[in-house]
C-alpha cells in the first residue's frame, strides 16, 4: 500500500472518529441569537426594524446555523460513506386479498352408508347393520315362514297337567322284557285309562303285568289285537287317581337278543275335574 493511501485511510479515521464524537452546543448558539436580537431592541439604535423584518432576519440566522450544521453532518457522512455497507431495497410483493366466502370450495358430500363390513376404531372388521326387522302381525312369506319352522314337540307326551314317558326296563334281558309306562300328573284324576301295545314280533308271551297304584281300583285285560300284545289297566268309577308319579308295566317273553321295541306303543286318556286330557308316545 502506498504513502498516499495511509494517509487517506487515517484521515477517514480520524474525521469518523470526530463526526462521532461531535455535538453542537444549541444553548450558546441560541445565546447569541438573543444577544443579537437585544442589540437590535437598544435605544439610539438606527432606525426600528418592523417587526416582521426583525423575525425574519431570527429566522435566517436559525436558518444559517442550521445549513452549517447540515453541511458538516454531510461532509461527515461523505467521508465514511466508503466504510457503511451497501444497503439493498429489497421489494416485498402485495400480500393477495382474501378470498370472499362465496368463492369458498363447496364442502365435500358425506359418504353415504353402506351394507358392506367397515373397520372400526380398534382395527377391527364392524359387522354390517342388521336388516330391519319385520312388524309385528306383518304377513310372512312361505320363505319366511320356513326359515322360522321350530322343530315340533314329541307329539302327546304331555297334556296340560299329566306328563308321560315310555321305556323298557333296565332289568329286561335277552330272553324277557318289561315295557314301563311312566305318568306324571300335577292334578287328581278322577278318570284314567292306560294302554299299552307290544308288537308281536321275536315270539313275544305276556307272562304278567303291574302298577304302582293299588290294584283294586283298576280293572285290567290283556290280548292279542291287530298286530299287538294289548295291556289295559282303567279305573273303576269312583276312584281316583291322586296327584304323583306313577308306573304301569306289561310283562313278556321273546326269543334271543334281537328283538326291536321301535313298534311298541302305549296310550292314556284322563281327567281332571272338567278338563279331557290324552297324550300317547313309543319307546325307540
Same mark, same amino acid.
Given at each position: 500500500?502506498? &504513502?498516499?493511501? @495511509?494517509?487517506?485511510?487515517?484521515?477517514?479515521?480520524? /474525521?469518523?472518529?470526530a463526526a462521532g464524537a461531535h455535538e453542537p452546543d444549541r444553548?450558546?448558539? /441560541?445565546? %447569541?441569537?438573543?444577544?443579537?436580537? =437585544? !442589540?437590535?431592541?437598544?435605544?439610539?439604535? %438606527? +432606525?426600528?426594524?418592523?417587526?416582521?423584518?426583525?423575525? =425574519? %432576519?431570527?429566522?435566517?440566522?436559525? =436558518?444559517?446555523? &442550521? $445549513?452549517? #450544521?447540515? &453541511?458538516?453532518?454531510f461532509g461527515v457522512a461523505a467521508a465514511v460513506r466508503d466504510d !457503511?455497507?451497501?444497503?439493498r431495497v429489497v421489494v416485498a410483493s402485495p400480500t393477495p386479498a382474501a378470498?370472499? &366466502? *362465496?368463492? !369458498?370450495?363447496?364442502?365435500?358430500?358425506?359418504p353415504t352408508p353402506s351394507r358392506t363390513a367397515t373397520a372400526d376404531a380398534t382395527g377391527r372388521a364392524a359387522a354390517p347393520p342388521a336388516p330391519p326387522a319385520p312388524e309385528t302381525g306383518a304377513a310372512r312369506t312361505p320363505e319366511e315362514e320356513a326359515s322360522t319352522v321350530r322343530p315340533p314337540a314329541a307329539p302327546g307326551v304331555a297334556?296340560?297337567? #299329566?306328563?308321560?314317558?315310555? *321305556?323298557? @326296563?333296565?332289568? *329286561?334281558? @335277552?330272553?324277557?322284557?318289561? *315295557?314301563?309306562?311312566? /305318568?306324571?300328573?300335577?292334578?287328581?284324576?278322577? !278318570?284314567?285309562?292306560?294302554e299299552l301295545r307290544v308288537a308281536l314280533n321275536g315270539g313275544v308271551a305276556s307272562t304278567g303285568a303291574w302298577r304302582s297304584l293299588p290294584e283294586d281300583d283298576f280293572a285290567f285285560t290283556v290280548a292279542e289285537r291287530? $298286530?299287538?300284545?294289548?295291556?289295559?289297566?282303567?279305573?273303576?268309577?269312583? %276312584?281316583?287317581?291322586?296327584? +304323583?308319579e306313577w308306573v304301569f308295566a306289561g310283562q313278556y317273553d321273546h326269543r334271543g337278543p334281537t328283538r326291536d321295541a321301535y313298534g311298541d306303543r302305549y296310550a292314556a286318556t284322563g281327567t281332571a275335574g272338567s278338563e279331557r286330557l290324552s297324550v300317547a308316545g313309543d319307546f325307540a
Open positions: 500500500m502506498t &504513502a498516499r493511501g @495511509d494517509l487517506h485511510e487515517e484521515l477517514r479515521a480520524r /474525521l469518523h472518529e444553548a450558546r448558539i /441560541l445565546a %447569541r441569537v438573543e444577544r443579537g436580537m =437585544a !442589540a437590535q431592541d437598544r435605544p439610539g439604535h %438606527r +432606525g426600528t426594524p418592523r417587526p416582521a423584518a426583525g423575525w =425574519a %432576519r431570527v429566522a435566517g440566522a436559525t =436558518a444559517a446555523v &442550521a $445549513g452549517v #450544521l447540515a &453541511a458538516g453532518g !457503511a455497507p451497501p444497503q378470498t370472499s &366466502a *362465496s368463492a !369458498a370450495p363447496p364442502p365435500a358430500p358425506e297334556d296340560g297337567p #299329566l306328563w308321560s314317558d315310555g *321305556s323298557v @326296563d333296565p332289568g *329286561s334281558h @335277552d330272553y324277557w322284557a318289561q *315295557s314301563n309306562v311312566t /305318568l306324571k300328573t300335577s292334578a287328581e284324576l278322577t !278318570a284314567l285309562t292306560v291287530d $298286530g299287538f300284545l294289548v295291556y289295559t289297566w282303567t279305573l273303576k268309577e269312583g %276312584r281316583t287317581v291322586p296327584a +304323583g
